[in-house]
T-cell receptor
Framework: DAKTTQPPSMDCAEGRAANLPCNHS???????VYWYRQIHSQGPQYIIH???NNETNEMASLIITEDRKSSTLILPHATLRDTAVYYC????????????????FGGGTRLMVKP | KAGVTQTPRYLIKTRGQQVTLSCSPI?????VSWYQQTPGQGLQFLFE???????NKGNFPGRFSGRQFSNSRSEMNVSTLELGDSALYLC?????????????FGQGTRLTVV
């Protein structure tokens, strides 16, 4: 799976949008971008994923650049409960015939939402 | 729908002992993966089981092993425990398919080796 690069930490004011960047310049055509977050001492929580189109769900939006070499996770109105470590992971989508469900976690971005 | 259940949540063991951790996946999920999380090494993949077969394995010594049962429940075992095995052990379950699928994690088992 491709390596990702994320800033180690970011701050965001409560109520403002949090924009978390991720670089994945060696991403392959069949690799998806996944975002997970981990609130202190809990299991990682799935947020969103995408291949090349922008995606939105009830938690966040994912913006993927046209060349797919980077992406941004957007939490539109950050709350204190969004304080967590956010992981950007790229992996092959075909879990049946390829590498299965192995996720390679990097260091992530520690997002601190402040009042 | 019930999430991924890991038992026990906390465990204290002595060096040299062995330990077995359990993971019940989400109903219908046939893939179960295990991860170790430590402050120094972060989240590291241990192994994945699918249809009772180990499909992928991370870079861990043979003291770490696992298995999966016909109902997709999985167990992992660590023998001859070392102090460095103290960690949060996480289990994730996934539906397997040819398109994108996401993994759902349990709350983990925190193992302390003394």
């Amino acid at each position: 799976d491709a390596k990702t690069t994320q800033p180690p930490s970011m701050d965001c004011a409560e109520g403002r949008a949090a924009n978390l960047p991720c670089n994945h310049s060696t991403i392959s055509g069949n690799e998806y971008v996944y975002w997970y977050r981990q609130i202190h001492s809990q299991g990682p929580q799935y947020i969103i994923h995408g291949l090349k189109n922008n995606e939105t769900n009830e938690m966040a939006s994912l913006i993927i650049t046209e060349d797919r070499k980077s992406s941004t996770l957007i939490l539109p109105h950050a709350t204190l409960r969004d304080t967590a470590v956010y992981y950007c992971i790229v992996r092959v989508g075909d879990s049946l015939n390829n590498a299965g469900n192995m996720l390679t976690f990097g260091g992530g971005t520690r997002l601190m939402v402040k009042p | 729908k019930a999430g991924v259940t890991q038992t026990p949540r906390y465990l204290i063991k002595t060096r040299g002992q062995q330990v077995t951790l359990s993971c019940s996946p989400i109903s219908g999920h046939r893939s179960v993966s295990w991860y170790q999380q430590t402050p120094g090494q972060g989240l590291q993949f241990l192994f994945e089981y699918f249809s009772e077969t180990q499909r992928n394995k991370g870079n861990f010594p043979g003291r770490f092993s696992g298995r999966q049962f016909s109902n997709s429940r999985s167990e992992m075992n660590v023998s001859t425990l070392e102090l460095g095995d103290s960690a949060l052990y996480l289990c994730a379950s996934s539906f397997i398919g040819v398109k994108d699928t996401e993994a759902f994690f349990g709350q983990g088992t925190r193992l302390t080796v003394v």
